[in-house]
């Protein structure tokens, strides 16, 4: 158990509807990143969030914005789905902004499971 | 413009013996390179790193080497057992002019050790 939350683990939805998922962080961990894994792409690096503000921005969709709230829980909306958004989504958390993810500490959710049908 | 590339999309090796993956990069500004591994129904955990000032890390069976001419890294899996089996992303990294960390994945290679 990395002890990053994320819910729900499976959705199904349908085409231009809109979702949003949940991460609850490590315990003291300050930063929280999305990605991204669709069965072509690998691990796509989505945006990074530290206590509260946007720190980095990957491959985030116009349609796909997220946000920390004050007690560093995040949530990422995704809308206007489409099939090709099916995928699953991890949650990461550090502990900083340049929390040691170079070395091995940035710990993973089980991921949300996305179905666009 | 896939940064990190992991050429083999499965692998498949006898319980006891060597496993081998590799992993390319291409720019040449990555100082640290990461192995995590991945069940299914798990997130990805983290298994060994190196950085770009040593061309060899070892912890137990799990060996990363790194070429840094070729921009190339490895993981060696010696022996192999069938609860190695799971998909391994190869990981680079570098800290930006900004002061943030910034890490690449590859699209992950399916390791199988048959028994």
């Known amino acids: 158990d990395s002890g990053v939350t994320q819910t729900p683990k499976h959705l199904i939805t349908a085409t231009g509807q809109r979702v949003t998922l949940r991460c609850s962080p490590r315990?003291?961990?300050?930063?929280v990143y999305w990605y991204q894994q669709s069965l072509d792409q690998g691990l796509q690096f989505l945006i990074q969030y530290y206590n509260g503000e946007e720190r980095a921005k990957g491959n985030i969709l116009e349609r796909f914005s997220a946000q920390q709230f004050p007690d560093l829980h995040s949530e990422l909306n995704l809308s206007s789905l489409e099939l090709g958004d099916s995928a699953l989504y991890f949650c990461?958390?550090?502990?900083?902004?340049?929390?040691?993810?170079?070395?091995?500490?940035?710990?993973f959710g089980e991921g949300s499971r996305l179905t666009v049908l | 413009d896939q940064q990190v590339k992991q050429n083999s999309p499965s692998l498949s090796v006898q319980e006891g013996r060597i496993s081998i993956l590799n992993c390319d990069y291409t720019n040449s500004m990555f100082d640290y390179f990461l192995w995590y591994k991945k069940y299914p129904a798990e997130g990805p955990t983290f298994l060994i790193s190196i950085s770009s000032i040593k061309d060899k890390n070892e912890d137990g069976r799990f060996t990363v080497f790194l070429n840094k001419s070729a921009k190339h890294l490895s993981l060696h899996i010696v022996p192999s057992q069938p609860g190695d089996s799971a998909v391994y992303f190869c990981a680079a990294g570098l800290v930006t002019q900004g002061g943030s960390e910034k890490l690449v994945f590859g699209k992950g290679t399916k390791l199988t050790v048959n028994p």
């Open positions: 315990s003291g961990d300050l930063s």
């Open positions: 990461a958390s550090s502990v900083g902004g340049s929390g040691g993810i170079l070395t091995g500490e940035l710990f």
